[in-house]
């Protein structure tokens, strides 16, 4: 079974399961079965036809997961029946129960031994945080870092790195129903500050943090307001990460802080750093992650869905604000 679209547009529109016939597996090829795979934002721009790269069509959706090989072609040597892999390019569709899929767009990750699910989901969310907390500032403990898009996976895995190494996080998220259930859920994660969008103007708001130092970090998963209101709280020399666009609002920077505090500006793009790195490089990212998940010092809270009801995971998916888990599909 595959989740395919053959055009893109609205997902719950054009996205359709339905059997295929794998046929035969090239001679460098492996079959593999599908254990789990995420339904992220990315995926879900790729079915739009919005992203930044679109798989030709007809496609099958989703790029992050594991697999396990079942059987290999007959000159496939790198990889062995019973490995756990994972995709190495973005838009190989997971969405599927089986793939043929060749040895060379796969990178064992079988050696790294946390749940399947926490494995399948950490390669784009947990690494995107890893590494926005990594490359852009030279973070010590005691230092603090401010997010919008906080409840999503990418900012629950900053909170989470991010206490690990003694950094302070304010957090931004949108006012929804369960609010303080996920400020509670957002604390119990290591957050110092969680705040509303809606209070960050409020002198209350810089009352709230003023014991703080200034954010030498602020992490942009949104655009919009939230972003400039961020901007304005950076300590000078400061630098803003963009790495998101949830609100499809562009950015827009104060002047002043270009002028006056030196502000830099960035941004960053998960895909773009694999294709510059090696798989050594990849590895050893997914085992510093997997090493912080092992110390309990970084949860994923997932909910899976199975793939088998497929429907009502991507609605879910869809639907952030009914949600704090991430979707995760079972197959
Ligand atoms: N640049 C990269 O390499 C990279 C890598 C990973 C992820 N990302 C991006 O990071 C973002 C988060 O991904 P994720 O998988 O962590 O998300 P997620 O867990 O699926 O959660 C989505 C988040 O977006 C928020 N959101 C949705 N619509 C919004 C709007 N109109 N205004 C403000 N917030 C909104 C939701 O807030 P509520 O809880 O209030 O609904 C939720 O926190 C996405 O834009 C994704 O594409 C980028």
């Known amino acids: 079974m595959v989740a395919?679209?053959?055009k893109n547009g609205n997902p719950t529109d054009v996205i359709k399961v339905q059997t295929e016939d794998l046929g035969p597996v090239?001679?460098?090829?492996?079959?593999?079965?599908?254990?789990?795979?995420?339904?992220?934002p990315a995926d879900l721009n790729m079915v739009s036809g919005t992203y930044n790269f679109n798989p030709p069509l007809p496609a099958v959706g989703g790029s992050e997961g594991i697999a396990q090989v079942i059987a290999l072609g007959s000159?496939?040597?790198?990889?062995?029946?019973?490995d756990v892999v994972l995709p190495v390019h973005q838009g190989l569709g997971t969405w599927r129960t089986h793939a043929n899929?060749?040895?060379?767009?796969?990178?064992?990750v079988t050696s790294i031994d946390i749940k399947h699910e926490y494995l399948a989901s950490l390669s784009v969310n947990p690494a995107t945080a890893l590494r926005l907390l990594t490359d852009f500032a030279n973070l010590k403990s005691g230092d603090v870092i401010v997010q919008n898009g906080a409840n999503s996976m990418v900012g629950q895995s900053v909170i989470q790195i991010a206490a690990a190494k003694g950094i302070k996080s304010i957090n931004i998220i949108r006012r929804r129903a369960d609010f303080d259930q996920v400020v509670g859920t957002l604390k119990g994660l290591g957050a110092t500050v969680v705040v509303a969008d809606d209070f960050i103007r409020?002198?209350?708001?810089?009352?709230?943090?003023?014991s703080?130092?200034?954010?030498?970090?602020?992490?942009?998963?949104?655009?919009?307001?939230t972003t400039?209101?961020?901007?304005?709280?950076l300590a000078q020399g400061g630098t803003l990460v963009t790495y998101g666009g949830m609100s499809l609002k562009p950015v827009v920077i104060p002047t002043r802080s270009f002028i006056f505090n030196d502000l830099q500006c960035r941004g960053f793009w998960m895909s773009q750093w694999y294709e510059k790195h090696s798989v050594e490089d990849r590895l050893a990212l997914l085992k510093e992650l997997s090493a912080l998940v092992k110390a309990n010092k970084l949860q994923l809270r997932l909910e899976q869905m199975p793939f088998?009801?497929?429907?009502?995971?991507?609605n879910r998916a869809i639907n952030s604000s009914q949600r704090d888990k991430k979707i995760v599909l079972s197959f």
């Not at 001679?27 to 995420?38: I, S």
């Not at 000159?75 to 019973?82: E, N, R």
């Not at 409020?202 to 003023?210: M, Q, S, T, V």
């Open 4 to 6: 395919r679209y053959t």
């Open 101 to 108: 899929w060749e040895e060379g767009d796969l990178v064992p």
């Open 202 to 210: 409020n002198g209350e708001f810089r009352n709230l943090i003023k």
């Open 26 to 40: 090239s001679p460098t090829g492996v079959v593999v079965k599908m254990l789990y795979a995420p339904i992220n």
């Open 212 to 225: 703080l130092p200034q954010p030498k970090l602020a992490l942009n998963c949104v655009g919009g307001e």
């Open 308 to 314: 088998n009801n497929f429907e009502n995971a991507l």
């Open 75 to 82: 000159q496939a040597s790198k990889l062995k029946v019973g």
């Open 228 to 233: 400039t209101e961020m901007i304005r709280l």
